[in-house]
């Protein structure tokens, strides 16, 4: 009786874990569109997109006005210590920009948030990379679970079988505890996959600001591996990835500065326009002042030639990304390659030979013709096979996962077009 309580329990935690209690179905392109809209992080990019935009409105505004008054020759002495000597100018100051400054600010504040664009585009990949990671993990969890619930299965059975046998005196009790050990340890896996199961769905929601436990269950099939590009293909959108047009847009913030240093060298014009009030004479005259400065166009020679010099580093850096982007998605697509064809072969050969042999070896063990650990043996074999199809399978994915972050393009079209949409 407490072992039948336990196994209720344990499938019942079982059922709760892979959420089909008050749980919502979750797909990868549900999960990708949670993670672009609700992602705390994309939402701090907002935050400084609101920056930006006041700077440029800061940058755009041209020189202000001064009003100025002065007063000269009152409260001095003999005829001057009064007012009816004094000398009241207003006058109304500005400047003249020069070198063209005012587009050079707004150049440099667009180029800044062309890389803030690009930033948030990698940033995005980053994020939904990872997240989709989490994804497919839960998805091999919940196969492992599956699985592991048919090995229950497998071993229960097994169990009941050598309980009769052993009762009529044809198996020894060393292997009728065998079994009932092997079958305890089946239901010991159930409840560690359940759990860890648990741990990822939870870990999925919080890229979205979920909380809650057990409140999804994933839905999506592990072997299912997407859209096959070849690696040419693959490289061309590497290289028009965000990670790469950064050095693009870096280039272009480096010039905005350049041409900013460039257009301090020419100094600005400050005129001045006013009305003088001459007190003694009773009279007015308008008076007006240029102010040209003198030396200017060494002024920031240094400033100019030292981001001309980060200008040509961008390029340098730009062809070493280059060179170990290349690498490192190579061996993406291998792998993805690789393990979609081992996937390919264990579904259609391996398993299904496994499948036949253990059904023959179960027959033979009830006839009597096999012993138990030949019977054991048959079913670890599917087992295991079946297990290296959900890691073959997932790790074609999880390869696959590496390439969408590099070259910005999803092989899931429904999750790289919720994506591109959202940077939109």
Do not use: C, H
Request: no cysteine.
């Amino acid at each position: 009786m407490q072992s039948k309580k336990r196994f209720a329990a344990l499938l019942l935690s079982a059922w709760l874990a892979s959420g089909y209690v008050e749980a919502e179905d979750l797909t990868l392109a549900d999960a990708t569109q949670k993670a672009v809209t609700e992602n705390p992080l994309l939402n701090v990019y907002a935050l400084r997109k609101e920056a930006i935009e006041a700077r440029r409105e800061v940058a755009a505004l041209r020189p202000g006005f001064e009003l100025g008054i002065e007063v000269e020759n009152f409260a001095g002495t003999d005829a001057l210590s009064g007012i009816d000597e004094a000398e009241i100018t207003a006058s109304l100051s500005s400047v003249i920009e020069l070198g063209s400054k005012r587009s050079a600010r707004m150049a440099l504040v667009d180029s800044r948030a062309g890389m803030l664009r690009i930033e948030l585009e990698a940033k995005a990949l980053d994020m939904l990379g990872a997240m989709t990671s989490q994804f497919i993990s839960a998805l091999a969890l919940r196969e492992q679970l599956t699985l592991a619930q048919e090995a229950s299965t497998l071993a229960k059975k097994t169990s009941s079988v050598v309980e009769e046998r052993t009762a009529a005196g044809v198996s020894p009790d060393a292997e009728l505890l065998r079994a009932k050990a092997a079958e305890l340890q089946t239901r010991t896996s159930v409840e560690n996959i359940a759990r860890k199961l648990e741990v990822a769905i939870v870990g999925l929601g919080t890229f979205w600001g979920a909380r809650s436990q057990s409140s999804y269950v994933v839905q999506g099939d592990l072997f299912t591996f997407g859209e096959d590009k070849k690696f040419a293909e693959i490289w061309d959108l590497a290289v028009a990835s965000p990670a790469i047009k950064a050095f693009a847009s870096e280039r272009r913030l480096r010039d905005a500065e350049a041409r900013l240093a460039e257009s301090q060298n020419k100094l600005d014009i400050r005129w001045s326009l006013g009305i003088r009030r001459l007190e003694g004479l009773n009279d007015s005259a308008l008076v007006g002042s240029l102010q040209f400065p003198l030396n200017s166009e060494r002024r920031n020679r240094g400033a100019v030639a030292a981001i001309r010099a980060e200008q040509a580093e961008v390029e340098v850096r730009r062809e070493q990304v280059l060179n170990q982007l290349y690498a490192r998605l190579y061996d993406a697509y291998a792998t993805r390659e690789q393990n979609i064809v081992a996937v390919d072969r264990l579904s259609k050969e391996t398993i299904p030979a496994l499948t036949k042999a253990l059904a023959e070896t179960q027959s033979a063990f009830e006839a009597g013709l096999y012993s138990y650990l030949e019977l054991i043996a048959a079913q670890r074999a599917l087992i295991d096979a079946k297990q290296t199809n959900i890691a073959t399978a997932a790790a074609a994915l999880q390869a696959a996962v590496i390439i969408e972050q590099l070259t910005g393009i999803s092989l899931q079209s429904a999750a790289g077009q919720t994506l591109q949409e959202s940077i939109r």
